[in-house]
């Protein structure tokens, strides 16, 4: 089987679309990998969304970014008979214990690419009294875990989340949650310093700047990283007013770079410190963030664990979780659980997902 897995991630960077081969036991192959990248003026609508648009734009974007994933279907399918689609969507309102919505019409994706589309994938988690994330650690804990013992892997996007290994195959014992935030703050921080810029390019200016280390401490007093897991979180607590609070102590300058990437690096250490064993293995890092060197840097000289990058290990990071994704849509269609009951809160295994078709199942999807 070939599916094509969509992600979307809090970063708001682009659509990353991958397309998957599968074996009969469902063991994933990436075969290809693309994004497309959201202009400006697309970014800017779902950064107004997030922080309190209309309905009616609500229902407009949803429907663009359909379109905008059917075209990254498109684009990575090449002459592969494809079977399914997977799209996480995009995620716009993310409230633990009450609701997560991801925007991009599975209907349009489906009448575009004329397959079935597997879509809402946090609803049956959520509905069983989970968070409905992180979603990913299923596949850290079958696919990406250790054989030899501990393994920990991070990911850094808008967001970052971590999850704790005991070894590849073994669902018990896994912890995972979302460490706080990712590349979401220091984009808009970066951003303000200079608009030019979609975020700070290898670090260069976080590097230049000196954090404001008391600022640093003081929003790690946030209440929200006392909380035990499993817990997730979003651009509603992470984001623009974090930014402006940076922004408002440092000014539109370097030094505010630095101290986003401070509290960025110093949040994730603090995670992986307070809720981790302290045998944990190799920390594996993916997501945008691995590709910024200072805030790598900054991972490496603390005492989290030897620091590897997950594409040395398994293939490109930016395309793991448009992998799990199709990964996560391969078992939906053939009746087996995707979540970590552990990691979400929610009350038992569930079959994550709903299916958009306008027209009968091929091939006996899902037999």
């Known amino acids: 089987m070939f599916g094509v897995g969509l992600m979307s991630g809090t970063s708001l960077d682009g659509v990353d679309a991958a397309l998957v081969r599968f074996a009969a036991d469902g063991t994933p192959t990436l075969e290809t990998f693309s994004t497309i990248p959201y202009p400006d003026t697309l970014r800017d609508r779902l950064l107004a969304l997030i922080a309190g648009g209309s309905s009616r734009e609500l229902a407009v974007l949803d429907t663009e970014l359909g379109d905008r994933f059917a075209d990254a279907v498109e684009q990575v399918r090449g002459p592969a008979t494809l079977d399914f689609v997977a799209s996480h969507g995009q995620t716009v309102w993310h409230e633990p214990g009450v ?60 967001m970052a989340n971590v999850t704790y290994v005991p070894q590849r195959g073994v669902e018990d014992g896994v912890i995972a949650f979302d460490s706080g935030p990712g590349v979401a703050i220091m984009d808009l921080v970066a951003r303000a310093v200079d608009p030019s810029l979609p975020f700070d390019v290898e670090g260069v200016r976080a590097a230049r700047g000196t954090a404001n280390d008391g600022l640093v401490t003081d929003l790690l007093t946030d209440p929200w990283f006392a909380t035990k897991p499993p817990k997730s979180t979003g651009r509603e607590r992470f984001g623009q007013v974090m930014a402006d609070r940076i922004l408002l102590a440092c000014g539109a300058t370097d030094d505010a770079v630095a101290t986003a990437l401070r509290f960025t690096a110093r949040s994730i250490t603090d995670q992986l410190d307070r809720w981790l064993p302290a045998t944990r293995g190799d920390l594996v890092v993916s997501g945008g963030g691995a590709r910024n060197p200072t805030l790598m840097g900054l991972l490496a000289a603390s005492p989290s664990g030897r620091l590897a990058v997950f594409s040395d290990l398994f293939f490109d990071g930016d395309a793991k979780e448009a992998l799990v994704f199709a990964w996560l849509g391969w ?25 958009a078709t306008s027209w009968p199942l091929a091939r006996g999807l899902g037999t």
């Open 99 to 158: 609701a997560s919505l991801q925007i991009g019409s599975p209907a349009v994706i489906a009448e575009r690419c004329r397959v079935p589309v597997v879509a809402d994938f946090r609803q049956a988690d959520i509905a069983a009294g989970g968070q409905g994330a992180p979603l990913v650690p299923l596949a850290d804990a079958l696919l990406f875990g250790s054989p030899d013992g501990p393994r920990t892997l991070l990911n850094i996007g808008g």
């Open 331 to 355: 078992r939906t269609l053939h009746g087996l659980h995707g979540n970590v009951p552990g990691a979400t809160g929610a009350a038992g295994r569930r079959v994550l997902g709903a299916l």
